[in-house]
């Protein structure tokens, strides 16, 4: 597992979207994001980062205290220690008060044309 | 006063030291709160009343401002709020520009290389997978016939616009040789334009529900009886057509021998007891959780 150094989020919410703050976990710590702007309305698309400047074990998102959360996608750039940024975009998910998504991925394997 | 007590209980000594302190200092009222009002009716001097040495004081201790048990800040008592960790699809975008004619292929060897995805710009199967783990399990399919006529192929798994090739030799390490035969094979049938593979597959497919309840019956019955020897457990998350999707918990998740599990058990008895069951990934995060590398 490489060492993170900091990511950024890109979430694009549906319907509903969610009044409260973004917060994430990095190895069961739960944090708020930094440099945050946009909205988590539904339609809208909210950014935000950390500098973590350790080793992710796990990093998710959390879901909203109350109610649902529908996000259509959320695109996550990391920057590792000992390789190339990278980024992963996420496909739907529905989060509510009892569950968080994962959104940490290893760094790509190599792939070649053939 | 006949106290009972246990010296073994805490609680019950907690609560004894203000029974005994009142004991000994019986005047203490119950309204001297502050310190201040405590110090005041204590001294002599500022009393209307005189009292005697022995109903001279200490500042009184309320009852009540003795923290119980249930008051205290036990770190305990709030346990960290657990929530399900689930997994979003990832999407893979961008990978092939979408004018293209020809058949592009991309290549991606596993971590310990004994397994390579080839993503290709058409449908192989759309909405199904299919394992074929010998080479009579490929008759009436030209993909997966021409790619077991290649040396070292062990087995090939077809899902939507992927295939992914076994290999017997597990310890090498370059794919590119055998990577560039199956890219060949691949382009080849492709633009033969004939079905990839045998249409009684689909036709034959059982529904979701069959492989469902199969499924569940294999992990009732064989998994989870195995690896409960090992305090883990493995669920069925989901079913597409044929490809199912589980999660391995308890000991099984972060265990250094999971991989082995999986694929040498947990496959093996789902092929087995299920034989129309397609594709076949874990969705567990092998390192969330409180509790990994149990």
């Known amino acids: 597992m490489p060492k993170l150094m900091n990511f950024k989020l890109q979430i694009e919410t549906g319907e509903p979207g969610m009044a409260g703050p973004v917060l ?9 994001l930094e440099n945050i702007q946009g909205t988590t ?7 935000g980062g950390f500098d973590v400047n350790s080793f992710a074990h796990s990093l998710t998102l959390v879901g909203p205290e109350k109610g649902q959360w529908h996000i259509r ?7 590792c220690g000992d390789s ?20 940490w991925k290893d760094p790509p394997l190599p792939t070649f044309d053939v | ?41 204590a001294d002599p001097e500022h009393s209307d009343k005189k009292l005697s040495p022995a109903e001279i004081s200490p500042p009184a201790v309320k009852e009540e401002s003795m923290p119980s048990r249930d008051e205290d800040e036990n770190p305990f008592s709030n346990p960290p709020e657990l ?15 979408p004018e293209s004619t020809e058949v592009l292929i991309k290549a991606q060897p596993s971590t310990n290389h004994d397994q390579c995805l080839f993503r290709i710009n058409r449908p192989v199967l759309p909405g199904y997978s299919w394992w074929f783990g010998k080479f009579e399990d490929a008759q009436g399919s030209p993909l997966a016939e ?19 090739i076994t290999r017997l030799e597990k310890t090498g390490l ?60 493995v669920t069925l998350n989901s079913i597409k057509g044929d490809t199912i999707t589980i999660q391995m918990g308890g000991g099984c998740q972060g265990c250094s021998a999971a991989d082995v599990t999986l694929k040498q058990g947990i496959h093996r008895t789902f092929r087995e007891q299920v034989p129309f069951v397609g594709a076949i990934y874990d969705e567990t995060d092998h390192a969330a959780g409180l509790n990994p590398y149990f």
């Open chain 1, 24 to 32: 994430f976990t990095i190895n069961n710590h739960k944090l708020p």
């Open chain 2, 83 to 97: 929530r399900r960790v689930i997994q979003a699809p990832v999407l893979i975008e961008n990978l092939f520009p």
């Open chain 1, 73 to 79: 996608k959320i695109k996550v750039d990391y920057e």
């Open chain 1, 41 to 47: 309305d539904p339609g809208g698309v909210f950014e």
């Open chain 2, 174 to 233: 370059d794919w590119k040789p055998l990577a560039g035969e199956v890219g060949t094979a691949v382009r080849e049938v492709m633009q033969q334009g004939t079905p990839l593979i045998a249409e009684k597959i689909i036709r034959e497919m059982p529904s979701e529900d069959e492989i469902r309840s199969g499924i569940q019956r294999a992990i009732d019955t064989e998994v989870n009886p195995g690896v409960a020897g090992h305090g883990g457990n």
């Open chain 2, 1 to 41: 006063m006949k106290i009972r007590f246990n010296l073994f209980d805490e609680e019950c000594v907690l609560n004894l030291i203000p029974k005994v302190f009142k004991k000994i200092f019986p005047r203490i009222r119950e309204d001297e709160g502050s310190a201040e009002t405590a110090g005041k009716s």
């Open chain 1, 84 to 103: 190339a940024p990278y980024t992963v975009t996420f496909g739907e998910v529905t989060l509510d008060e009892t569950t968080e998504v994962n959104i």
């Open chain 2, 146 to 164: 021409r790619l077991f006529s290649i040396d070292g192929v062990e087995a090939v798994l077809v899902h939507e616009d992927t295939v992914t």
